[in-house]
């Protein structure tokens, strides 16, 4: 069982756009973090974010914002179908952190098969297990991922067995927003 991480949040007058000033807010429900993961995403529970004194405006706090990425990565690693094109664009930034022409080469394909699959086909069965068995393994290495992911490294894995199931399912054409819970 993984225990659930704690955070603090330090400020020293963040400063907003319209002027105000960052300040920490706890938020107990639902926060739609889509913009700030760059993939469909709620997140449930306790939230903690920024909120601006003048505006009111909310954002999410970096160490809040890397905890769930990395739950929206194991999520998207156990689903039970084919990727969408905005899942494997997320896989590749948050997991993989490299471009489409170094995730091209990685898969033995081209740059423009990258870009079509992130402009919104989604992935071949054989395309979708590559690339989650790529994240994967760059995960479980204990490379530069050894901070975040070595804590996580059973979750990850269990994750095995799964990719081999995936491997028939097609992705649906508008994916339903990751439930992350925080």
Known sequence: ??????????????PCACGGVLQPFKLQGKYDASIELGISAVVRGAVFLLKCNRCGGLSLAGSMLDALSDEAVLLLLK???????????????????????????????????????????SLSPPHDFQLRGLVLGRLCKAGRFA???????????ALIPVLEAARTAQAPRSPPPLQLAA
């Open 79 to 121: 689903l039970d179908r084919c990727l969408s094109g905005g899942e494997a664009r997320f896989l590749r930034k948050a997991a993989l952190a490299i471009g489409q022409e170094e995730l091209a080469r990685a898969l033995g394909l081209t740059r423009v098969t990258v870009a079509r699959w992130e402009c919104g086909q």
């Open 1 to 14: 069982m993984t225990k659930k991480p704690t955070f603090s949040v330090r400020l020293a007058k963040l």
């Open 147 to 157: 901070g975040r992911w070595k804590k996580r490294r059973e979750e990850l894995t």
